[in-house]
């Protein structure tokens, strides 16, 4: 699967011709260090003025690298698809070769820098559920008004937590087939090719 890069994107990484293989190694490292610190103006600003060139382009310069290497690091595509990746931008071969191997030396690190800044959402852990109906008040002798309480228990990072939903039988029905429709459109061809995308 090859990697769709932007306009912008390549326009970013069109700086990485303009420079010699040692200074798109250090762009590599100035890459890492960003995902795992952060930005870093000053790193920039000292680039910049080595290379003579404003710092706005080092940073779009290392952008661009970062996001090649995280998108194709996130959906892991292979050796031959990175390549083809990168050679519909006209590198050269040497520099084709150089961010490969710095795809292949940071892919490991940069998925588990990526799965630790993933949201960590709360999973289902079981579901309490109880019917109530009042079928008479003063006001009113005859009337049925059903009630349908749910306790949802829910676990995250090893604690539990529960919550407590109150609603009526026609709205629930309406949620469940919302959710059922939901499900069977998992179920096309369409939605398969996405999620085949996205993992």
Known sequence: MLLVLSEEHKEHLGFLTQVESSVVSEFGRIAMEFLRKGTNPKI????????????????????????????????MISEIDFQDTVLILG???????????????????????LSELAPKLPSYHSLEWR?????????LRQQIKPVVTLKLHL?????QTAQILQTDPSTLLHLIQQLEQALGEMKTNHCRRIVRNIK
């Open 44 to 75: 920039y600003e000292g680039a910049a003025r080595k290379l003579n060139v404003s710092s706005e382009t080092v940073q779009h310069g290392v952008e661009g690298l970062t996001y090649l290497l995280t998108e194709s690091s996130k959906l």
């Open 91 to 113: 590198f050269s071969e040497e520099l084709n070769a150089l961010l490969l191997q710095l795809y292949l030396d940071n892919r490991k690190e940069i998925r588990s820098i």
């Open 131 to 139: 019917l109530d109906v009042q079928l008479a008040s003063r006001s």
């Open 155 to 159: 676990e995250q990072n090893g604690s």
